[in-house]
């Protein structure tokens, strides 16, 4: 009786809304076509026809319909449509769930009792209907006067206020909260109160974001290159050089799909590469880690395996004395900031530039508190071959090490502390081992050579006096320690051939001083902020809608909470990021693999291609590009030119790096374009509780403020696109558009409790409020290991069987203690580059490298940039491109800038903002001279991740101006036994170039 | 009448960047009727962050002065405007764009280079202070809402308030020869337009030498003391607010354990990071 109820309303209700709503009359006006909604047994149904922008109905099923929504029982299609169309009661939702299984619609679908039936072309048109029926009035933004609404939308740097007026985005700001939002946290330290301002900070590329909302080098249009043919030449060596010429979207997804299909048919399984960014323009559902891991796992794919670069040394070395495989070796991060700021005497940032890197997504959230312990006198040191921006601001000792030396430093600081006693010993005895080798090793008892001060100073230039000082003070003051942008990671010194060796030495310094005790702790503020970390919303790593439980984080909780079908890619084949070169040119390679379950996981050596799979055949790119990120990236060049790629794909919002080498364009809009939803820095099992470093934890809801440009699409329509095409849509997209899976992720969260759709929707954000109740705060990082206590902090890692002993009893090690001489790289034994102590090694690339060292005698770093995000929102005519520290305009032209000091241009005669040439064997990139005395001599500086790629003459063989720095770096990974970029141990010339002269 | 001001840090810019970007991102492809024309999409720095570097390693600093339109009491773009340039009772001064259409002459008329020629619309422009924001009941201008440190603060006090807390604070103005009477304060200006000098006390013992920490230095100009400080950690010592061309000083360096030290130098251009200064033993 009910389900003829409701269908008999449905007509209704669709010719009522289609009254109010152009939208859903177009919708219902677009094609002539028949749905029947019926019971299996054909005992109850109902048919619904669109003819000509009528809906025709009767009370029964319709041999002719070309839609078919088919229920086992009337009781199921009940249930069913009202759980699909409840966003339209959304309102009632409190008491409608109360008669609802989260999980119906999904065991109905898995058992084939719910079924969706015909062409997907149609099926997609009937949920389209629908859907814009169950949105009809879901009213968004906040009208602010002068005709403007305010929208909400988030970036990879905060998140921010849209302002939109006649369809076009005004201005985009930081949030300043409204006066209903909750209060902040408050710490008290020193008998002084401190509490953040109410409001969210923002990155300079979060701010940047409106020019490259109207870049010139969006992508408009669906493109094939001219001189490529699918069915006929496709001529891959002009890949990079052959122009372009505008389809239509249904050719594009044609071809597209048909490749698919052919590659598959004609290769077999894994002939398809997946290829992604590390990052994406923000949100839950337009992510990598979400629709297009769905879409791709539905088609197959080779996956490409992500080296943790911005973990490096920390993941292939650190963890194995301390654990924390799930974090990428990186440390526990709470409580630190109340910690800090009541005991701390000292910071040191080694390799730390937090004002520039900002915790990754975490824009200024730090910066009021950095601010803070300076108002307690707390000093400061930063060890850093340039006084980079933290350090000018902050003040402080500036000590400049030379480039991949730092662990030469640190076992020399090692030693005064041995020699003077000035470290923890009683810690050292209950909560470590192998301390005794360490010591040995420090004091030259194995090789004769003790590790002093006078013996790092032609290691490292830094004079004994300041190593001994430094170390003395260190020893004496209740020291936090900052070794990376985050407390630990993001730092140049982990990308290097001492990587490994240097995030070892910072665990072992810091055990030695008695890590965890108060004052004494990895941090430098960024993280451990007292916000409530209980409240659920899904972090981007959980997958989203990916419904992948294997390659995200989407088991750990969203797949208990979010109801979707789970996807799964059968393909095993891997390939190693940065050796797709090295897979498509040569047809084999090999990676070791981030498996951050347990320590081990990384000694699993893979190969390409796996045993019984093709080689790669085709690529299927989405996202920034790869040329900035990629060491010798002219390899890059030379692979997407291969003939082994048949058909390369390219689903880019701009023209830029690889979309130019592509066959096939798809022009993707940007997250502003879109809707989504999301957490400010919720990364998920990426960074668990990553949002701890936020003053305030912010979710939005992030509006569609404006429609996409020209013809592009959503990275998520693009995919439903190619999946109507492929028979997958019904399972792709669940019969949902973007808004609705919003409000089924919005359902998923803990949202509901505190804020009602409507209000969401209208407002765009909730602050979570802060714990209140300070007996409930998180208890501090390490104290519980300090004091051989089970493990207090709430992260779910590591995993109950990495626990040697009781769980929760001590750390990940064999031992559960502290390991001076780790035991799992004692049972791996195959590393000669990694041995159980972390003795020096010199790098492979520097001043140690003496034939090298004499034909380029100058050492380049390469950080993460201060102003892009990786390679997004750098170039393409953005504003970022005015930023003089970021590139400098000559000649019509926005070179990346080279930072060198004066010393080293003097002796090669070239002025400030003269161009030159920074080059060695494996290629050359023309930048814009800085001048600095903020940099060691002997030293260049240029940030890494330029977005363009842009070669004077033939790719992969001439110098670049486009800014990618990677070209001069090395493909060798840190130690051979690891898959670890190493580009901060690079060896250049430079030389003043003329772009009218010799040329490069 | 309360008129607004900027008071801007110089200590606290660490040179993001945000407060040059939030102009853009307001002006840029943005007409405001009545207020200001959009900006071109580059070449104009309507903020300019303007970057000084002082010393050398292993004891440098720079310095960011974010400088902009000073919305002058005593503008010279007024007086040369002939009424295209206006003065609002809030202190805010307005290139108007349909008066000023043509008007290359006030670029120049400005003398902090603040005023920009926009070549397409043949107009001159500067940054409005986000006055149609203002005038919306917006709290501040975007560059303080932007800014990560509170390095740049709006205040809109009345002019006996405003030089009151400019004498109490130690506020400066940009060439306040000029008598253009700016409404654009800066704290902590020493750092772009004075000079430091500075180095390292070591001490030698049983033939070690370390950093020699609490040695006192005296800095001398023309045989008398003019300011004295300690080492720290480090045997790192500063006096700054030097002036350029200051000529020559003198710093004698002391320590209750080893014998005292004097150093000459002079003080032209650049910042003086003195060689290491080593105290023996006494």
Redesign the interface.
Known sequence: MRFSLILWCLPWVLRLYARRSAKLRALMAARDFTVQIIVKDGSRGRWLRFEGGRLLSGASARADAEVTLRFKSAALGTRILTRLTSGMFHFAWPVLKRFLEPMEVITAAKNFAFEVLGPDELTVQFTDILNAMITHGWRQGTPV??GEIRYVNQTNGGPVFVYVKDGRI?????M?FAADDPQPWVIEARGRKFSPPR?A??S?HG??S??LV?SPKRLLYPMRRVDWDPQGERNPQNRGKSGYVRISWDEALDIAASEIKRVRREHGHGAILGSHGSHHTWGNIGYYLSAQIRFMNAIGHTRMVLNPDSWEGWYWGAMHHYGNSMRMGGAEPYGQLEDALQHAELIVFWSSDP?STCGSYA??EA??RR?WARQLGI?MVHIDPY?N??A??L?G????PVPGSSPALAHAIAYVWISEGLYDREYIEKRTTGFDKYRAYIMGERDGTPKSPEWQAPETGVA???V???A??WGRKKTYLSCGGKGVAFGGANRSATGAQWARAMVCLMTMQGLGKPGINFGNLGTGAPVDLEFYFPGYAEGGISGDVECTADAAQNYQRLPHLISMNTVTQKVPRLRIPEAILDGKTEGYPTDSRSLEGQFQKFSYPSPGHSPVRMMYKYGGSHFGTTMESGRLADALRSENLEFVLNQSIWNEGEAQFADLILPACTNFERADISEWAGSGGYVHHNHNQMNHRVITLQHKCIEPLGESKSDFQIFLELAKRLGLSSYFGEGKTELLWCHEIYLSSDLPKAISWRKLLRKGYYVVPPETNAANRTKTSWRWFAEGRKKDVPEPAPLPAEYGGEYLDGLQTQSGLFEFESSSLERYGEDPERPPLNIYIPAWEGRQTGALYARYPLQLISPHPR?SFHTQTDGK?G????????RV?RDGHYYWIARL?PADARARGIAQHDLIKLYNDRGAVICAAVL??????GVVHAYSSSAEYQPVGEAGATADIGGCINVLTSKRHMTEKTSACAPNSCLIEIEKWHPEGAGP | MKKWNLVIDVA???????C???V???Y???DIPGYCAAQP???H?WIN?L?R?R????????AHVPTTCNHCDAAPCIAAGRGAVKKRPDGIVLIEPEAAKGRKDLVTACPYGAIWWNEERSLPQAWPFDAHLLD?GWPAP?PV??C???AIRALKVSDTEMTQMARAQELQTLRPELGTRPRVYYRNLHRYTHLFAGGTV?GAKGGV???L?GARLELLNSGRVIAATET?????FKFDRLAPDSGAYEIRATHTDHRPVSVQFEVHRASAVLEDILLESA
């Open positions: 006067g002068s005004v201005r985009i700001t930081p300043e409001r900070t923002l300079p701010l940047a409106k020019s109207y004002e824009a200024f910066t009021v601010q000093k006084l921006p933290t000018n601001w003040g000792k500036w000590i400049a004994p006096h300041i001994r000082a430094l003395r003070e102003f005519d504003v970022l491109n005015d930023i003089t520290d970021h305009l000091n600095t005395e903020r940099l060691l001599a | 606290e810019c660490h040179n993001c960047n945000n040059f970007l939030a853009k991102d307001e840029v492809g943005n999409s580059h070449g720095r962050i970057s570097e010393g050398r390693a292993p004891m440098v600093d720079a919306r975007r809402q932007s990560p440190t509170g070591l030498i370390d950093c920490a720290d950690t480090f045997g790192d």
